[in-house]
């Protein structure tokens, strides 16, 4: 169970599992700290301000809910709970869509792009 249930009584929409595993097997472990900012920021942004107040104590505590997600989503056994609490807030194809935008088929770590 992610973060969105410790801060939304509100019953989620079904979420499709089979497609959150084909998303986490898609993201390089490389990948997930900057997949985790991006969403995290996204979920903070798209957060009513009764659910940031409930959060953070603020209802305008955006920089403290990044920290305390940031927080939770860190240990890698959560990254499928984070794309489960992506679909649920932001939804399904939002989700895919911010994923999509990062190019991350197309970045390689190992690999530094030369500056112009």
């Known amino acids: 169970m992610g973060a969105f249930h410790m801060i939304s009584n509100k019953p989620s929409p079904p979420i499709n599992l ?16 900057f997949v985790k900012e991006q ?3 996204a979920i903070v942004d798209a957060m009513p301000t009764h659910i940031l107040e409930k959060l953070t104590g603020d209802p305008t505590g ?18 499928q709970d984070l794309i489960v609490d992506s679909f649920k ?6 989700t895919i869509y911010l994923l999509d ?10 690999e530094q792009t030369p500056k112009t």
Do not use: F
């Open 18 to 33: 089979d497609l959150v595993d084909q998303v986490c097997k898609h993201i390089h472990t490389q990948g997930w700290s």
């Open 89 to 94: 807030i932001l939804g399904e194809e939002q």
């Open 62 to 79: 955006d920089d403290r809910a990044i920290e305390i997600l940031d927080d939770y989503y860190k240990p890698n056994e959560r990254n």
């Open 39 to 41: 969403l995290i920021n």
């Open 101 to 110: 935008l990062l190019q991350l088929d197309k970045t390689n770590t190992n």
